[in-house]
């Protein structure tokens, strides 16, 4: 598996995510994600699914030294008083010691970052977790993060597709040192339909899926995959056989629109960057 490197954090570049989908789907889907090489796996609070993912992680019997684990904490969770509990509670669902990986979900309106940013440090200290990172940030508020920070800022997890331009974005967290974690690639849907996507991949005998996740490989971001259905998860974790060629990548840089952003919750998200 290919990986990225970002302030000592090995990450797997193709992670497997599980938002929006059921305890039942998880149980059912991590085994294939396992047996495809996959070992990234990313969940959040707010998912509700840590303990089905942990569950499912137990009972395939993969080893803890190989998996790269990554959980967010809720913006309900932004205090003194529950922050390190509901780190506490999500490491027991996930049946392990300490993550690889605990970012703050969104910076929301109502906690400072300078605040979350400290109560992220103490759990750090605690060794409640190995690395570190935020998502949903603008530049401002990554910038500010790192600034604040005692240890490092390893990513920030912001949705990217070829209908949303990030350009801006991930040139600071590449001068930053930052690494990009990719959520949301296949646009809600929109991805395996796109008929510009389903052409590229043609000669390479690919999918529009495939062609996007590639895409997002091929610019040095971590990509989450996602799919509740095992006989799907193979497919997806197929995409480092084959490489875009730069008037590939062009042509799906031409799919950007203005109103390519699908996430948005008001009062979760920040002002977005141009």
Do not use: C
Request: cysteine-free; overall charge negative; glycine content about 6%.
């Amino acid at each position: 598996m290919q990986t990225i490197n970002a302030h000592g954090a090995t990450i797997p570049a193709l992670g497997f995510g599980v938002f929006r989908m059921t305890d039942a789907e998880v149980e059912r889907v991590v085994p294939a994600a396992l047996e495809a090489g996959l070992r990234h796996f990313d969940t959040a609070q707010i998912y509700g699914n840590e303990a089905a993912l942990g569950r499912a992680l137990h009972k395939a019997g993969a080893r803890r030294d190989e998996l790269f684990l990554t959980t967010k904490v809720w913006v309900d969770n932004y205090s003194s008083e529950k922050f390190a509990a509901s780190v506490d509670e999500s490491l027991d669902k996930l049946k392990v010691d300490q993550v690889d990986l605990l970012l703050l979900h969104w910076p929301a309106d109502k906690v400072a970052i300078a605040e979350q940013i400290a109560l992220l440090n103490a759990v750090k200290d605690a060794s409640k977790t190995r690395f570190i990172g935020v998502s949903n940030q603008n530049i401002a508020q990554m910038q500010e993060s790192i600034a604040l920070s005692r240890a490092p800022i390893v990513t920030n997890q912001i949705e990217v597709h070829p209908y949303l331009e990030q350009r801006a974005v991930a040139a600071a967290a590449e001068a930053a040192g930052v690494a990009i974690t990719a959520y949301y690639g296949m646009a809600d849907g929109a991805v395996p339909r796109d008929a510009t996507l389903q052409k590229i991949g043609a000669p390479y005998g690919k999918s529009a899926a495939q062609v996007a996740l590639r895409w997002l490989i091929q610019q040095g971001f971590v990509a989450l995959s996602k799919t509740a259905r095992p006989e799907r998860v193979a497919e997806n974790a197929a995409i480092f056989d084959f490489t875009l060629s730069d008037a590939d990548m062009a042509a799906i840089g031409t799919l950007a629109r203005t109103d390519g952003r699908l996430v948005n919750p008001p009062g979760l998200a920040p002002a977005w960057d141009a």
